[in-house]
């Protein structure tokens, strides 16, 4: 079974009690979207000979990260998005206090997830997740796309880097600690990897956005479009010499 499929019948069983807020949930994370953050992991872990059947958990626990994330983003006091992958945002479909605490509950569920993981450096592996996810990356992320001024370079690219690389990089820095991999270079390369993943990624949103006159939130293309067009080349050079290197062939599929 595939990990969509696995997943579907996972959150299904996870949350199957039969009140509004169970249904709340569900409604955050399914369908699913592209489900990049877990399938990424996983093609690493194949692609690094990781043999452990916990990976499913680890895989999870980015998907309800990320759904997190979503459901909080949206609400009125954050970007005030109506909409999210097509449907109606959590906050409109149900209201703003129980998408609040649907935000909270997969945020907490998040990490259980983490925990069910078993690999000898867990507590490394949590510990850089709390640090990217935390007060000082991804939240910071937010709170810097709120109040910063989104018309300095610097700061954009700080704000992509925290928002979307973090968790990104929990997902290549999850392959090297589920890996045999165990060295300041290996360490550094899927630390890049995911950090220049996010910034191509976030990049070619924005460009998206702005080709469609969709750039309602910080957009690197509203200001230095030549700058972005550039980090795009970067970005995508070191994307291709760090899977060169590890001979990432199931990443590269993706």
């Known amino acids: ?10 959150v299904n069983n996870l949350f199957r009690h ?4 169970d249904e709340a949930i569900k409604y ?15 093609n690493l872990c194949k692609d690094l000979n990781v043999n452990n059947v916990t990976t499913f958990y680890y895989a999870t626990f980015l998907e309800f990260h990320h759904a997190y994330t979503l459901v909080h983003d949206d609400l009125p006091a954050m970007d005030d998005s109506a909409i999210r992958r097509s449907k109606p945002s959590v906050h409109v479909q149900f209201n703003e206090a129980l998408a609040i605490l649907v935000g909270d509950a997969l945020l907490n569920q998040s990490y259980a997830q983490l925990n069910e993981c078993n690999l ?20 910071l992320g937010q709170v810097e796309d709120l109040f910063g001024d989104d018309r300095v370079l610097d700061n954009i690219l700080n704000i992509h880097e925290l928002k979307t690389s973090r968790l990104i990089q929990c997902a290549t820095m999850g392959a090297y600690y589920f890996s045999e991999l165990d060295d300041e270079q ?17 990049i ?17 293309f509203n200001d230095f479009p030549e700058q972005a067009k550039n980090l795009l080349e970067v970005t995508e050079k070191e994307i291709f010499t760090i899977s060169e290197k590890y001979q990432l062939k199931n990443f590269r599929k993706m």
């Open 204 to 220: 070619k949103d924005d460009e998206d956005d702005f080709t469609n006159k969709e750039n309602d939130e910080v957009n690197i």
């Open 1 to 10: 079974m595939g990990f969509k499929n696995k997943f579907n019948d996972y």
């Open 120 to 139: 000898g450096r867990k507590k490394m592996l949590t510990t850089f997740c709390t640090w990217a996810l935390g007060f000082e990356g991804l939240i």
């Open 186 to 202: 290996s360490y550094q390369d899927f630390y890049k990897l995911g950090l220049s993943l996010g910034l191509n990624f976030q």
């Open 28 to 42: 955050s994370l399914l369908p699913t979207g592209k489900l990049f953050r877990p399938h990424l992991f996983l």
């Open 18 to 21: 039969n009140t509004e807020f």
